[in-house]
């Protein structure tokens, strides 16, 4: 990869919101991206329609919420560009909406899985990095519709 581009960003959630409006934005600033998400394709379709420079972008399939897969974004990140800069913890769903009686513990787990635990281990595999770099800026984001 080339090393004119000096800074790099991990965002998860990349794939659409603002994950993609954090890509395009980070890009104008000519800073490396590795794009987390779970779906692949929806990645591949953020690189294209944000018209990304391939030299300076990997995409990194992931659940957020699986340790292994935490790690293996964050090595990514360290095998293409060296370091980790900005984290965007950002990846988050919504679950379904009802009468608490008629929600299922599957469904409460997999929100928590991905909003809690998802916040979690990306924090405890970034902020290592960025201690040993002795520099890093994280952002944890939330939405919801409205």
Known sequence: MSTTYTHTAVITGAAGGIGKELARRLAERKINLVLVDL????????????????????????????????????QKALDAFGRIDYFANNAGIEGPTGLIEDLSVEALDTVYNVNIRGVFLGLQNVIPVMKKQKSGAILNTSSSRV
């Open 39 to 74: 779906n692949e394709e929806a990645i591949q379709q953020t690189i294209t329609d944000l018209n990304l420079d391939k030299e300076h972008v990997i995409a990194v399939k992931a659940n957020v919420s699986q340790e292994a897969d935490v790690k293996n974004y964050v």
